[in-house]
């Protein structure tokens, strides 16, 4: 299938990308490049265009004779969409809205969502199943929710095939650890070790101790990045004959802020100074996905669930790449 990737240049779309061209599919990626790395796209066709271009958009769709759009291109950072909700709307849900218009008026029906667990806000049971109520807390789950909500009107309506997966921790580095995380600024966890253990940071931070878990740190949901690419290939493919999906992507365990550290120590050989703090508003204890029905209907498997694996490509990457992508 021609499949267009937006936001393809960013670190889930480049890895997209990679495993969209290697299961014989021709991925083009559409990317105003404000966060991602040209460099990243390799060898696919690449189109510097912006979601709020809707007459580029048409062309785009048209001239490449596009079957199904991916959609990676929206801000992601839960702080600054605090600080910057108009920002996020505009990105995250009018730009999203311009490109349903644009696939509309070209005739393509197939979509494929990079939702979040978000939408969940502090969900009332662990782990969080499809079924749990959509309460965000924040304007960027809000965000992905509005855009769920404009897809579901729109499939009510026969006029889309939509999936939407909602994921929280994407993580380590894809293609046999080539197409690595690189975001500026870094709020992820274990990039953000993997720079203490590199000595790019004087220390990392653990925000709380006390917490009602095994080591009285955080528990999050991370899912290795090709895992995740697989889950949104899968979707695609069941798109064929379902008009709404909606799934959860999760690793099926958690892990601590500790054993990140501890795992990224391992890995890497290295010590770096961890300074304990007080727990940081918001912080529920446990996050975690529960994936099931993922895996029960699209015949989802991970490859990816142990820590350590993940973090050794994540290693990989930044230890070859201690600057990131050169643009």
Known sequence: ?????????????????????????????????????????????????????????????????????????AFIEVAESVKEPERYHQNNVCNTQNLLNAMEKAGVGKFVFSSTAAVYGEPEEIP????????????????????????????KAGKLRYAALRYFNACGAGSDGTLGEHHNPESHLIPLVIAAAMGKREDIKIFGTDYETPDGTCVRDYIHIEDLCSAHLLALDKLSDSSELVFN???????????VIETVKKVSGRDFKVTETERRPGDPPVLTADATKALNELGWKTKFPELEKIVETAWKWHSENPDGYPD
């Not at 696919?44 to 785009?60: C, N, S, Y």
């Not at 099926?252 to 802020?257: A, E």
Request: hydrophobic residues 35%; charged residues 20%.
């Open 128 to 155: 969080i199943t499809e079924n749990c109520p959509r309460k965000p807390i924040n304007p960027y789950g809000q965000t992905k929710l509005d855009v769920e909500k404009i897809c579901h009107g729109l499939a």
């Open 249 to 259: 992507l999760g690793n099926g365990q958690g892990y601590s802020v500790r054993e």
């Open 1 to 73: 299938m021609n499949i267009l990737v937006c936001g393809g240049a960013g670190y889930i779309g480049s890895n997209m990308t990679a495993v969209l061209a290697g299961q014989g599919h021709n991925p083009i990626v559409y990317d105003n490049l404000s966060k991602g790395h040209k460099s990243a796209v390799r060898n696919a066709k690449f189109i510097h265009g912006d979601l709020a271009d809707f007459d580029l958009l048409v062309k785009t769709l048209t001239e490449n004779e596009i079957e199904a759009v991916m959609h990676f291109a």
